[in-house]
């Protein structure tokens, strides 16, 4: 990790006014927010023949009855349309459309309007019955093809059958991904979650920015980076040059200190910054050392937007409430980086949580692509921020987590919560915040 996660927050108590003003959503799959613009959200086109399952496709991933399922084939005329936050990806919009394989003028209309929906799709997701595969299905994969928009296939009614083998070598030999679902009662789902991020087109899953977005053009971040013993010699972590990076990439300047200096900078400067951000080793005085006023955050937490997915590791950070003596924990690095002295995966995280939770746990560090496949001992995984990665392999290892029920979280954000400052340092990120805050509603939405 970087050896210094920032840290942050900890159980309820002082939400920021700007965050307890917003509506808190009632909505199970926390479609309500982030309020991303539907241009940023990636388009996801359901299509299909009539009746192949699509609309209960969407209802299956979405955990709603969105769309209305009947086993009269042409039930949906019109695309239908389901923004929400698809986990760990980020915005998507659905749009379960019309069956395309109708005849007649009234099907004339209704799949020119299906065919519409092509322009606007990102990934598609074509539909067939596990059974039922003809030219149809080929002239589809084929038009998107030359669209060059990515498609998975989704046999869905496996329980009625199953697709042949040489379609599946077909399929695979054309380098299209297919899943097995039965959409009513939820089989392959996940496996699906797991297809689109892989086809996800890379735009929609690299992290846009690590924080020039909530700093701006013109204006300034401070950054608090400790020189101690365990600070590489001549040089700044990756993290901290990334960041001052993207500061510049964003017309925006920063102010780097150490903690030390931290309150003297802040006094002489003429106006205040629109974030400071820290290394969380130091997370408890630069909190001490910010005007309230400012917004304060950490590396590791401008990572776990960047290269993860903030939403789900600040709501993993309140299992660590959940956490008694003689569980287990995984601490997983995504790179070996050599440990210094108190390092803070190996000593110092393992120290907060034994003293939050007032007994023995038990720890595995792993690093690189060490990562078990049975997930299944561990009370919580505790990630680094994975500045060597791309943000697909770190999405990756957070569905992982989710298919096998066990929270993840992040170095820095389960620093912040056994310190009790996670709330403040989630301050920039409302969407975070509010999750974090609805934990508990948020459990069964997450999966
Ligand atoms: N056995 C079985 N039935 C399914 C499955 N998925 C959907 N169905 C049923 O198939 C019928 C059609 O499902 P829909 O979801 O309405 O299909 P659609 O593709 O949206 O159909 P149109 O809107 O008419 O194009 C309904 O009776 C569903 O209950 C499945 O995996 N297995
Ligand atoms: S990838 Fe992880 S372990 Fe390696 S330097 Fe980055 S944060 Fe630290
Ligand atoms: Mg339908």
Same mark, same amino acid.
Request: glycine share 0%; proline share 17%; aromatic share 0%.
């Given at each position: 990790m970087f050896r210094q996660q920032a840290g942050e927050e900890q159980s309820g108590?002082?939400?920021p006014q700007s965050i307890r003003d917003r509506k808190m959503t009632n909505d199970k799959t926390i479609d309500t927010f982030p309020a991303s613009p539907k241009g940023y959200r990636l388009h996801i086109g359901i299509f299909g023949r009539r009746n192949a399952g699509k609309s209960s496709l969407l209802n299956a991933i979405t955990r709603q009855h969105v769309s209305i399922v009947s086993e009269l084939a042409g039930t949906t005329t019109d695309p239908v349309e389901k923004p929400m936050e =698809? =986990?760990?990806l980020g915005p998507v919009l659905f749009i379960d459309t019309a069956g395309i394989d109708d005849a007649g003028a009234l099907g004339e209309l209704r799949v020119e309007k299906t065919r519409r929906t092509f322009d606007r799709t990102d990934l598609a997701l074509l539909v067939a019955e596990a059974g039922t595969w003809g030219d149809f299905e080929d002239q589809l994969l084929q038009e998107m093809a030359e669209r060059r928009t990515p498609v998975i296939v989704v046999f869905n009614k496996i329980d009625l059958g199953e697709p042949s083998g040489a379609l599946i070598d077909r399929l695979s030999a054309q380098k299209v991904p297919a899943v097995r679902t039965n959409a009513p009662a939820g089989t392959g789902i996940l496996d699906l979650r797991h297809a689109i991020l892989d086809a996800a087109p890379a735009e929609f899953t690299s992290g846009s920015a690590i924080l020039s977005d909530l700093v701006g053009p013109g204006e300034f971040a401070v950054l608090v980076v400790p020189i101690d013993k365990e600070a590489p010699k001549g040089r700044l972590i990756v993290p901290q040059v990334q960041s001052i990076r993207d500061l510049l990439d964003g017309d925006a300047w920063c102010l780097v200190v150490k903690e030390r200096e931290l309150r003297a900078a802040l006094q002489s400067l003429a106006k205040k910054p629109k974030l400071v951000v820290t290394d969380s080793q130091a997370f408890l005085k630069v909190a001490a050392d910010t005007p309230y006023d400012v917004p304060m955050t950490s590396f590791s937490i401008l990572f776990s937007r960047f290269k993860g997915d903030l939403v789900t590791q600040a709501v993993g950070a309140r299992a660590i409430d959940t956490l008694r003596a003689g569980d287990r924990v995984l601490m997983a690095e995504a790179c070996a980086h050599h440990p210094i002295g108190e390092d803070i995966g190996r000593v110092k995280i393992p120290r907060w949580l034994t003293q939050y939770v007032g007994g023995r746990l038990d720890f595995t560090h792993v690093q690189g692509h060490d990562f078990p496949q049975d997930l299944s001992p561990y009370k919580l995984v505790v990630h680094c921020g994975a500045c060597m990665w791309n943000r697909k392999e770190m999405l990756s290892r957070i569905l992982q987590c989710r298919a096998a029920g066990v929270p993840i979280t992040n170095y820095g954000l389960a620093i912040a919560f056994s310190l009790g400052i996670l709330e403040r340092a989630l301050g920039p990120f409302p969407a975070a915040c509010e999750a974090f805050m609805s934990a508990g509603a948020f459990a069964e939405v997450a999966r």
């Open positions: 108590s002082k939400l =698809l =986990l760990p």
